[in-house]
């Protein structure tokens, strides 16, 4: 059973920094691919990062693209979202979630689609001041 656990949320200042962590465990990872997934109050979840476990490829949303990045650490089973330039409208619940992923089924509609994803951590709030 694949579990995963987020952490690292918190209150950071417009502008500023701030990581969060997914800590995967249950199996091996090598066929998988992580997101971050978001969702704010009266909004629908959307899709913040991706990473493919074996390549390394990542994949971004608009939205992020080149102030966040996703990456990950083998020995320590942890995907991490590194969060820069962090602004207002960033603030949500931020949810780590893995999938398998196969040759088929790998590319960037597969890994950025909310349904394509079975397990799912708690979720780990960011409030940003600003």
């Known amino acids: 059973q694949v579990q995963l656990v987020e952490s690292g949320g918190g209150l950071v200042q417009a502008g500023g920094s701030l990581r969060l962590s997914c800590a995967a465990s249950?199996?091996?990872?090598?066929?998988?691919?992580v997101g971050w997934f978001r969702q704010s109050p009266g909004k629908e979840r959307e899709f913040v990062a991706g990473?493919?476990?074996?390549?390394?490829?990542?994949y971004y949303a608009d939205s992020v693209k080149g102030r966040f990045t996703i990456s990950r650490d083998d020995a320590k089973n942890t995907v991490y979202l590194q969060m820069n330039l962090v602004k207002p409208e960033d603030a949500a619940v931020y949810y780590c979630?893995?999938?398998?992923?196969?040759?088929?089924?790998?590319?960037?509609?597969?890994?950025?689609?909310?349904?394509?994803?079975?397990?799912w951590g708690q979720g780990t709030q960011v409030t940003v001041s600003s």
């Open positions: 249950g199996r091996t990872f090598n066929s998988y691919a």
């Open positions: 990473i493919r476990w074996l390549s390394s490829t990542t």
């Open positions: 979630a893995a999938t398998a992923v196969t040759p088929d089924y790998s590319g960037r509609i597969y890994i950025t689609n909310i349904g394509s994803y079975d397990y």
